[in-house]
């Protein structure tokens, strides 16, 4: 079956200017999650959904960073006023929540957003 | 605080040789859970093997095991008969909090010489 998809794969954008990254789960994964990855680092949580809901935003820098599941599906991921220190690889997995916490998360290929 | 710890930046392996890469983790849980995944150029982040806190056999997958010693809150991923495929990125990780969120070490590039 599909596995999880990410959109765009590149994206190249000015400093203060809007960014939206989309990230299509597997079908029928309760939960999802948003990471991203500096160049060199391991990733670093940013939000996880239970279904429509943010579970646990916790990981998300700053207010200028939202992300939305309106139907516990699809999510994506806004960064409003960009800078050039939220360049980065974003990466999204997805799991089936009833499985407890120690399922595997699968992962989509990541967009990379470079904030010129 | 630092989560995971992966202490080796690098590691070269010869082709068909065995590697060892380490990773110490750092948790007041009892029951957590431990992976090690594997990050080739193409960015996709690939399970290659999981270990649960609460069981104390060793897992092992194919070619890929690990050394899980809990009381060194230590995980180590030993690949036998390495092949040119499995040249990578390698991250430990644990979901070491009663949460769902994973925590990443830094990570370990590497390669294999043919």
């Known amino acids: 079956g599909a596995g999880v998809s990410q959109t765009p794969s590149n994206k190249v954008t000015e400093k203060g200017k809007y960014v939206e990254l989309r990230c299509d789960p597997i079908?029928?994964?309760?939960?999802l999650y948003w990471y991203r990855q500096s160049l060199g680092q391991g990733p670093e949580f940013l939000i996880y959904f239970q279904g429509t809901g943010a579970a646990d935003d916790s990981g998300l820098p700053n207010d200028r960073f939202f992300a939305v599941r309106p139907e516990g599906s699809v999510s994506t991921l806004k960064i409003q006023r960009t800078e050039r220190g939220d360049s980065a690889v974003y990466l999204c997995?997805?799991?089936?929540?009833?499985?407890?916490?120690?399922?595997?998360?699968?992962f989509g290929p990541g967009t990379r957003l470079t904030v010129l | 605080a630092q989560t995971v710890t992966q202490s080796q930046p690098e590691m070269s392996v010869q082709e068909a040789e065995t590697v060892t890469l380490s990773c110490t983790y750092d948790?007041?849980?009892?029951?957590?859970?431990l992976f090690w995944y594997k990050q080739p150029p193409s960015r996709q982040m690939i399970l290659v093997i999981r270990?649960?806190?609460?069981?104390?056999q060793n897992a092992t997958e194919n070619r890929f095991s690990v050394n899980f010693q809990k009381a060194a809150k230590s995980f180590s991923l030993k690949i036998s008969d390495s092949q040119l495929g499995d040249a990578a990125m390698y991250f430990c990780a644990c979901i070491c909090s009663n949460d769902y969120k994973l925590s990443f070490g830094a990570g370990t590039t590497v390669t294999v010489r043919a």
């Open positions: 997995a997805s799991s089936y929540l009833p499985g407890g916490p120690g399922n595997e998360q699968f």
């Open positions: 079908s029928g994964h309760t939960a």
């Open positions: 948790t007041s849980e009892s029951d957590y859970y």
């Open positions: 270990q649960e806190a609460y069981k104390q």
